[in-house]
């Protein structure tokens, strides 16, 4: 009898223990800082979904920051809209999708040190032989993505007659128009529309220089926790830049360093 007691009382103090342990873990879940990163999954090589798992250089970036500042991330994928709606809605911490800093956006957002310049650039199917300049495409159709500031751009380039824009939910659905002529250009970011056109071996071909270089950074709500999100952002950013680690993952995605100031 006094056996059984002593084997029961065994499994009792056992059983508690990991109880305990149990709670503990959950303790230290819920106490740790989640933050929801915003990204369109679609997005190569900046963000994009390789054997369902999202990965990137804007992944890469992000994830490496959480790492060091000891965050969780839960990812949101939307269509790049969708994903600037949610930021303004407040149902985001922040978007890691190339998202340019301009003055418009700084208006609403504080946006970290810049981690990646892109230029924004057009391209147009390789058997338009009379396409070969900006002004080629006077008068022609350009595809963009909705919501990208790659269509400003466009807009300040060309004026508000200069050429027809068409935009779409998707890159995938512009890319494919312009590859097969329904449009006559498309617009994006040089490095990514240089990594496609390599990576799938595209008929696509660059028209004359960037229409502008700009900043990439994250934009966070000018509030009491994207001050704090952002000054833990920047200062990791910064480290990255530092020891090498921006530059080694831009060269993992791109082939080149995109993760310094063209003046630099």
């Not at 790049?80 to 407040?90: N, P, R, T, V």
């Not at 590859?179 to 490095?191: L, T």
Request: with cysteine.
């Amino acid at each position: 009898m006094q056996k059984g007691l002593i084997a029961l009382s065994i499994v009792m103090a056992a059983s508690l223990l990991s109880a305990c342990d149990n709670n503990t873990s959950a303790q230290e879940d819920d106490n740790a800082t989640t933050i929801r990163v915003g990204a369109t999954g679609l997005s190569f090589p900046g963000a994009f979904k390789k054997d369902g798992k999202l990965t990137g250089f804007d992944v890469d970036v992000t994830e490496a920051i959480a790492k060091d500042l000891n965050y969780n991330i839960e990812w949101v994928t939307s269509d790049f809209s969708g994903l600037m709606g949610q930021l303004e809605g407040g149902k985001l911490d922040t978007v890691a999708n190339v998202v340019a800093i301009t003055p418009a956006r700084q208006e609403k957002y504080h946006f970290s040190t810049p981690y990646s310049y892109y230029g924004s650039q057009i391209v147009t199917g390789k058997g338009n032989t009379n396409i070969n300049t900006l002004d080629d495409l006077r008068g022609k159709t350009i595809a963009g993505v909705l919501g990208s500031n790659h269509l400003v751009n466009l807009k300040k380039a060309f004026g508000d007659n200069g050429v027809t824009i068409r935009t779409y939910e998707s890159r995938d659905g512009a890319m494919n128009d312009a590859i097969n002529n329904r449009v006559q250009g498309y617009v994006n970011s040089g490095p990514i529309l240089l990594a496609e056109i390599n990576q799938k071996g595209l008929p696509l071909k660059f028209v004359g220089e960037p229409l502008v270089i700009e900043s990439v950074g994250f934009p966070f709500h000018k509030d009491e926790k994207g001050d704090k999100l952002r000054a833990a952002f920047d200062k990791e950013v910064e480290a990255m830049r530092k020891d090498g680690r921006l530059k080694a993952i831009s060269e993992k995605y791109f082939g080149e360093d995109i993760t310094s100031a063209p003046s630099e």
